[in-house]
Nanobody, 126 residues
């Protein structure tokens, strides 16, 4: 059974940094596309960025480009989301996702991902 577990969320001030981690288990995720999404109250789930298995060429949403960085550690089966210069509009529940099928290097839609974590809350106050 595939399981994704996120951790590292919390409450921070605007301008602070935070690191989220997603631990994958239940199968090998070595050649699987993974991604981070987020969902704010009353809004649809929003793409944040991809975590390619070759650890380069990630795609990022415009809203986070230059501030967020995604990386993967295949030895630990983890994916991290490094967030800096956080803004109040980054407040959301952040989800880790994994796809069972690789469609392209630019998988930005939630429906392209089959496995999801339970989410971790990030709250940024001004």
């Amino acid at each position: 059974q595939v399981q994704l577990v996120e951790s590292g969320g919390g409450s921070v001030q605007a301008g602070d940094s935070l690191r989220l981690t997603c631990v994958a288990s239940g199968r090998s995720f070595g050649r699987v596309m993974m991604a981070w999404f987020r969902q704010a109250p009353g809004k649809d789930r929003q793409f944040v960025g991809t975590g390619t298995w070759w650890n380069s060429g990630n795609t990022y949403a415009d809203a986070v480009k230059g501030r967020f960085t995604i990386s993967r550690d295949h030895a630990k089966n983890t994916m991290s989301l490094e967030m800096s210069s956080l803004k109040p509009e980054d407040t959301a529940v952040y989800y880790c996702a994994a796809a069972s099928i690789w469609y392209s290097n630019n998988m930005v839609r939630p429906q392209e991902y089959d496995y999801w974590g339970q989410g971790t809350q990030v709250t940024v106050s001004s």
